[in-house]
């Protein structure tokens, strides 16, 4: 970590092309420049300060040109080559010394060095080194105004940065378990840098204890329009719930890949962890400042809905359907993202009943519902392009040969399916045009998910308020309430089925929105998932007729030491106080 938490100040700047955050001039970088008491308005340090939001990441595209949930069981890289970082990963093409840099939050921008071409620092350590920075440095600048309770804009921003540090810890701590905590020093070159690791149990107790101080003297509510950005109670209250809820899961909480490791996990199991995380969701649920978005697509393109807890925000353009969108349209789209089979399976049609339930009235010839009437899962549609679908006042073709997957030198699809999710609403249009490409890092739908499931593991069976939140998801999706208003649910149900439900609903919900890759992990059920081939659907058209053949388009491994991320070899091997991750 030594080149990673030391040595000169860097200032990190937003990606090109953003607007929501300013830019610092990165050839003035002295303390005294950035924290000047003579700057009652502050503005040398609300710039330092949006530059450590910007090392917040944009989920879109962004693991070398994909999601990151094609290193999941829900898709794979449309893209070939030996160095695609998604499809290394999935197939444990990966070691401690040459982990994608992409998903390699640990190492990234050396501090030594000038900034990345973008100006902005890819290690989560960054993040927290310029954290500190801020932390220490921001009380001597007389920044005047402040919050209706008596927060400073000084204590407020201060308590931004605070937030802003525990959220990379959190990314960290899901990816490595336990890191060095360095609480608010900023080490110096002159320090003693070979940091051990901290137990997992106290970075959890760090990032918890942290939420809780500064909740008070965040924005109350998210701010709109420009700023909407901006921490708020409310995000801090649910990095602690999206936290807790981590440590109550299997893979920390008492089925640790070292048992006796307390870097890994912890090495016993509560049932108390569980009641914590439903806790800590129910008070952001107690707020009454966040509710579901009535139309499922408009939380990704509507800026200000009250949804969106804490986002990193993105330029308004096409990128999005310029990078993923169909091949063969006239407007473009390279189709990087190719969904699973496995991930078409998961939506259930929109009475709520699994496509495998003989009552759902799916039919394996019309598997899209194009002819029948009767359709799928509203977020099916939202989610997933398939052969037939509406696009750009056509249709798309992803029958062989098709003008969606003609089967050319073309990038195109490799299972039958591209990626629909976060689009515009173009299905009748002729051309792309500009929306928001902003990344909701939380949303409220996670609250009420992480509450459900953390209930569940609390009591022996699933009580009404458990069900009740996935009642709540599914209406807002478009799923109907059925005769027994149960939303294709199993009433009365034991806590294993209620489990499986739940999983299955954190899928469709939240596809591609970074959180099966990490889900299948924390329910350590990536060991069984991860070593099944993935498939997706061969369509051959005969006349006016379809036939959809299975076919595997890639093979994929997973080991256990894969539930947690190598630390980087030259970390290891120039600190003797750091310890590798079991199996690595």
């Not at 690791?197 to 008070?216: G, L, M, P, Q, T």
């Not at 003989?358 to 029948?372: E, F, N, R, T």
Request: net charge negative; hydrophobic share 40%.
């Amino acid at each position: 970590m030594k080149n990673y938490i030391h040595k000169i100040l860097l200032i990190a700047v937003l990606l090109g092309g953003c607007k929501k955050y300013e830019q610092f001039p990165v050839d003035k970088v002295t303390g005294n420049y950035v924290f000047d008491p003579l700057d009652s308005a502050g503005v040398n340090a609300q710039s330092f300060l949006y530059g450590i939001y910007a090392i917040v990441k944009n989920g879109h595209n962004r693991v070398g040109g994909d999601y990151l949930d094609a290193a999941s069981d829900d898709a794979v890289s449309s893209r070939t080559g030996s160095n695609i970082p998604v499809t290394l990963i999935t197939t444990n093409a990966v070691t401690s010394f040459n982990f994608p840099g992409a998903e390699n939050f640990w190492e990234g921008t050396n501090l030594t060095q000038a900034p990345t071409s973008s100006g902005v620092p890819d290690a989560f350590w960054a993040g927290v080194r310029n954290a500190n920075i801020f932390i220490n440095g921001i009380g001597v600048v007389p920044v005047k105004g402040g919050l209706s309770n008596g927060t400073t804009t000084a204590q407020l921003w201060r308590s931004e940065a605070r937030f802003l540090r525990a959220y990379f810890y959190f990314e960290l701590v899901r990816r490595y378990g336990g890191v060095p905590l360095l609480g608010d020093k900023v080490y110096s070159i002159a320090d003693n840098l070979d940091l051990p690791r901290s137990n997992f149990a106290d970075c959890i107790s760090y990032i918890v204890s942290e939420c809780d101080a500064i909740k008070d003297s965040l924005l109350t509510a998210p701010v709109a329009d420009a700023d909407n950005y901006r921490v708020t109670r409310g995000a801090a209250m649910a990095l602690k719930a999206k936290t807790l809820l981590l440590a109550a899961s299997p893979l920390f909480n008492g089925d640790n890949i070292d048992n006796a490791n307390p870097l890994t996990g912890y090495t016993d199991y509560d049932v108390n962890r569980w009641a914590l995380a439903a806790q800590a969701a129910k008070d952001v649920m107690d707020l009454n400042t966040y509710s579901l978005n009535p139309v499922f697509t408009d939380i990704f393109l509507n800026q200000n809905n009250s949804e969106r807890i804490f986002i990193r925000p993105g330029s308004n353009s096409t990128n999005i359907e310029t990078n993923n969108g169909p091949v063969g349209f006239q407007a473009g789209g390279s189709g990087n993202t190719s969904p699973t089979q496995e991930l078409v399976d998961a939506f259930p049609m929109q009475n709520g009943l699994p496509v495998t339930d003989p009552a759902s009235g799916y039919l394996a010839s019309d598997p899209y519902s194009v002819l029948s009437g009767i359709k799928r899962d509203p977020r099916f549609t939202a989610t997933v392009f398939y052969n037939g679908a509406n696009w750009l006042g056509s249709t798309v073709q992803t029958y062989e040969g098709g003008q969606s997957k003609p089967n050319t030198s073309l990038q195109q699809t490799v299972s039958g399916f591209y990626m629909r999710k976060f689009m515009g609403d173009f299905e009748n249009a002729t051309t792309y045009s500009n929306h928001s490409s902003d990344w909701i890092v939380m949303r409220y739908a996670e609250i009420l998910l992480e509450y459900a499931e953390a209930r569940n593991e609390v009591e022996a069976a699933p009580q009404a308020d458990v069900y009740e939140q996935l009642y709540a998801v599914r209406a807002r999706a478009g799923i109907e309430a059925g005769a027994g208003g149960n939303y294709g649910l199993t009433p009365n149900m034991t806590q294993a089925q209620m489990r499986a439900a739940i999983q299955n609903e954190w899928r469709i919900e939240f596809a591609f929105e970074e959180h099966r890759y990490f889900d299948i992990r924390r329910w350590k059920i990536a060991e069984t998932l991860m070593n099944q081939p993935r498939t997706g659907v061969s369509v051959v058209k005969n006349g006016n007729f379809y036939t959809y053949n299975p076919i595997t388009i890639l093979n994929m491994v997973f080991k256990e030491n894969q539930y947690l991320y190598p630390i980087p070899y030259n970390e290891v091997a120039k600190n003797p106080n750091m310890k590798q991750n079991p199996g690595w």
